[in-house]
């Protein structure tokens, strides 16, 4: 099946730094998402990609679909501490039932 | 408006019991997907649901069951639990079936198998 890997795992970094995150996947997915995931609640959709080659911005947030469409990038800039989660890539299976296919996670934390 | 609404928030089973969890969705939309997540990992898809009818099916075992209702609420079954069933279920609910137009989580439930 297919398999989303995220890095880093992990982040600490000072508030007002920009942060950059990346997702490879072993297939190739037409949509790419990332969500956001604060403890005791589900993802958030941050931004969402369609077209291979694609950067797209969200206020702080930049994300780009990869030309291979086996990968995604997603940059936070001037990180502040609301920014503290579990950062999830996605890709979106169209074969059948629109599933999700959730990558391994970036847990980042901002040190005010 | 109400979000994705999720019931119960948490509970505890014990192993070979038969939990049901609940999912509201979103007014309007009639697609509703369950997603399992074990600690430390990305939600997995179980199910995905339109219409109530059965639109997909992760690589779950036959233990997990779910069905949709005319409301389009939906129920997820876990029968003969496991201690590795333990995890926060999440429901997702869309506009539609067919064609994505971007899911909507709920807050999840936290189940725990002891």
Known sequence: ?112 | DAGVTQSPTHLIKTRGQHVTLRCSPISGHKSVSWYQQVLGQGPQFIFQYYEKEERGRGNFPDRFSARQFPNYSSELNVNALLLGDSALYLCASSPEGTLYSGYTFGSGTRLTVV
């Open chain 1, 1 to 112: 099946g297919q398999q989303l890997n995220q890095s880093p795992q992990s982040m600490f970094i000072q508030e007002g730094e920009d942060v950059s995150m990346n997702c490879t996947s072993s297939s190739i997915f037409n949509t790419w998402l990332w969500y956001k995931q604060d403890p005791g609640e589900g993802p958030v959709l941050l931004i969402a990609l369609y077209k291979a080659g694609e950067l797209t911005s969200n206020g702080r947030l930049t994300a780009q679909f990869g030309i291979t469409r086996k990968d995604s990038f997603l940059n936070i800039s001037a990180s502040i501490p609301s920014d503290v989660g579990i950062y999830f890539c996605a890709g979106l299976d169209q074969t059948g039932a629109n599933n999700l296919f959730f990558g391994t996670g970036t847990r980042l934390t901002v040190i005010p």
